[in-house]
């Protein structure tokens, strides 16, 4: 079985320019979450996708955008990046029936630099 | 809202010291708690959980129990390690379908050989 995955690890940016980030999910898991971590800070929660749709969201621009696959895998998108866009991107899976969730698994994430 | 409160870091002990991070959480209706650890440069990783009032949670001699009554879920362990340096996360979940683990800030943990 497979764990949560990311990519890239590392990524350099510009501000202004825009990014996408990818997770494939844990194998068996329909739901995917987003997860933004500063620089010595928890993480927050951006968004959560379950079968292709959004399904919840925290307090963050709608310059944060997401999708979802039919294979569950989910890309993370940001455009007119900001300096303070600069930061660990977390993924994390979990299965969800009915009205119910799991526990959410994490990826190694994807470190986003904005200069 | 819901919140996580945990002590601030670092926390520095000597190897084979006995553990405790406290953690206290402010929830509507009967949250899921958890740990979860971060080593340097790597992701989160699942530490322990409970999901219910008077549950305890354990892994790798790391354990916690879930006490309604104080509304905490404080991280313990009987003798440290080295590897054991990392950042510890206090978090909660409804695990409703639609919700999010809330984080607390994390607490950064030293261990001297």
């Known amino acids: 079985e497979t764990g949560v995955t990311q990519s890239p690890t590392h990524l350099i940016k510009t501000r202004g320019q825009q990014v996408t980030l990818r997770c494939s999910s844990q194998?068996?898991?329909?739901?995917v979450s987003w997860y933004q971590q500063a620089l010595g800070q928890g993480p927050q929660f951006i968004f959560q996708?379950?079968?292709?749709?959004?399904?919840g969201r925290g307090n963050f621009p709608p310059r944060f955008s997401g999708l979802q696959f039919p294979n569950y895998s989910s890309e993370l998108n940001v455009n007119a990046l900001e300096l303070d866009d600069s930061a660990l991107y977390l993924c994390?899976?979990?299965?969800?029936?009915?009205?119910?969730?799991?526990?959410?698994?994490f990826g190694p994430g994807t470190r986003l630099l904005v200069l | 809202g819901n919140s996580v409160t945990q002590m601030e870091g670092p926390v520095t002990l000597s190897e084979e010291a006995f553990l405790t991070i406290n953690c206290t959480y402010t929830?509507?209706?009967?949250?899921?708690l958890f740990w979860y650890v971060q080593y340097p440069g790597e992701g989160l990783q699942l530490l322990l959980k409970?999901?219910?009032?008077?549950d305890k949670g354990s892994n790798k001699g790391f354990e916690a129990t879930y006490r309604k009554e104080t509304t905490s879920f404080h991280l313990e362990k009987g003798s440290v390690q080295v590897s054991d340096s990392a950042v510890y996360f206090c978090a909660l979940s409804r695990l409703n379908r639609d919700d999010k683990i809330i984080f607390g800030k994390g607490t950064r943990l030293h261990i001297l050989p």
């Open positions: 929830a509507t209706g009967y949250p899921s």
């Open positions: 409970a999901t219910k009032a008077d």
């Open positions: 996708y379950y079968r292709e749709e959004e399904n």
């Open positions: 194998s068996g898991h329909n739901t």
């Open positions: 994390a899976s979990s299965e969800a029936t009915g009205t119910r969730g799991e526990t959410q698994y």
